[in-house]
């Protein structure tokens, strides 16, 4: 089984290859606001674009008419085409927006093919350009399909695309476990493991707002601004570095340990909207822990189930089965009315998503995994099950 991911690595350019990288986002930018405009005014005219035609178009005029593209790599004036009859067709199947022109210092990004660049060790060679130095090699192994360098903030990144083969599960293991993600803490586990997450925008806030009122205060696009608004974009890139690295460190210790992991549907958006929450759950970056899960489950054959919406693994209780109507939360622990159980509010939903997973193995595997052959998370820790006497932290 092959799969695709994604490793991104920063780069260390020079000023003369960052020149080159700014010229080429250029280049992509251009050609491909060229070609939605071309595109439109085909479409208005009735006649049916396509994006094949349009680069057809394009490469009959592009050296007599823009002889500075051939300045960088072909790719930068090729792939935009690719890209825009993507989007379109994205669009008209309904799963995306209608295609924008694209603004300059907004996602600026270009396009190198696989048999355009070279890797060697911590160098990568970019057409017309050369070796350029990068901070880390890369880390998977398997064929290269791609790569896309990007800007974020005042920093230059690669992402190469890479198509690798199942790699064995580290673990033989065959513990179920539950997690369920917290905003007062990172997550916590049906065992009883309760991870603390870095909070960093809770701590970096303070000079996140102070930049933002003072961009406010500037003119708009002065140099006062753009310096501000340098400074707050790598705030923002900090920010999401620490905040990545401890969703990695978590995701792979999942994956590491565990066969089957049972996590919550995290509906983010639906979570984002209650707005004295956004703030954490974006700070914990929820969507993102998603992604490497199930990724990184592949990579290691091991599952996640993931409970659809309206799996009430809050208001459950683990032990009876008992469901409340309301749970607040500010309710931090777990009280049943039923059975009179106590027990922390967020293991209390771990060891239902737990058992939703141990379920779920069953009906999905069939013969593969039988319930005796899996050793459930929370049976192996019992002494977890104090709760705070005050119900407080
Ligand atoms: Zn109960």
């Not at 009735?46 to 057809?56: N, Q, V």
């Not at 179920?176 to 701590?203: C, M, N």
């Not at 459950?316 to 622990?333: M, W």
């Not at 009906?363 to 099950?385: D, H, I, M, N, Y």
Request: glycine share 6%; proline share 3%; with cysteine.
């Amino acid at each position: 089984m092959f799969f695709q991911l994604s490793h991104k690595i920063e780069l260390n350019p020079n000023n003369t290859q960052e020149g080159y990288f700014k010229k080429a986002c250029g280049v992509a930018r251009f050609t491909y606001n060229w070609a939605l405009e071309e595109w439109r005014h085909q479409y208005e005219e009735g006649l049916k674009p396509s994006a094949l035609e349009l680069k057809k178009q394009f490469n009959a005029i592009k050296y007599e008419e823009f002889p500075w593209i051939s300045e960088v790599l072909r790719d930068a004036n090729s792939q935009p085409f690719t890209n825009l009859g993507r989007a379109f067709v994205n669009f008209f199947k309904g799963t995306g927006k209608y295609p924008v022109f694209k603004k300059r210092g907004i996602r600026d990004s270009f396009y190198i093919a696989n048999d355009k660049f070279q890797l060697d060790g911590f160098k990568i060679k970019i057409p017309k350009l050369g070796w350029v130095r990068m901070r880390e090699q890369l880390r998977f192994t398997g064929k290269i399909l791609s790569a896309t360098v990007s800007r974020i903030a005042d920093k230059w990144f690669v992402a190469i695309n890479i198509q690798t083969d199942l790699v064995p599960a580290v673990n033989k293991s065959h513990v179920v476990v539950g997690i369920d993600l917290g905003v007062k803490q990172l997550a916590t586990l049906s065992d009883g493991t309760v991870i603390e997450g870095p909070k960093p925008r809770k701590a970096l806030l303070k000079r996140l707002r102070r930049l933002n009122r003072s961009l406010a205060r500037k003119k708009k696009a002065s140099s006062n601004w753009k310096k501000v608004k340098l400074k707050l974009s790598r705030l923002h890139m900090r920010i999401a570095s620490i905040r990545n690295d401890a969703i990695h460190k978590l995701t792979t210790m999942l994956v590491k340990n565990f066969k089957v992991t049972g996590i919550e549907d995290l509906n983010v958006n639906g979570m984002v909207k209650n707005h004295k929450l956004s703030r954490s759950i974006l700070d914990m970056g929820f969507g993102e822990f998603v992604r490497q899960l199930n990724y990184k489950a592949k990579m290691c054959g091991v599952e996640i189930v993931q409970a659809d919406r309206f799996y009430p693994s809050s208001k459950t209780c683990c032990q009876c089965g008992f469901k409340k109507d309301n749970l607040t939360l500010s309710e931090r622990v777990f009280r049943c009315e039923s059975c009179g159980f106590e027990i922390d509010r967020d293991l209390n939903a771990a060891i239902n998503l737990e058992e939703l997973a141990v379920g779920s193995t069953v009906t999905a595997c069939g013969e593969a995994v039988r319930p005796k052959q899996l050793v459930r998370a929370s049976s192996v820790k019992q002494e977890f099950f104090i709760i705070p006497a005050n119900g407080q932290e």
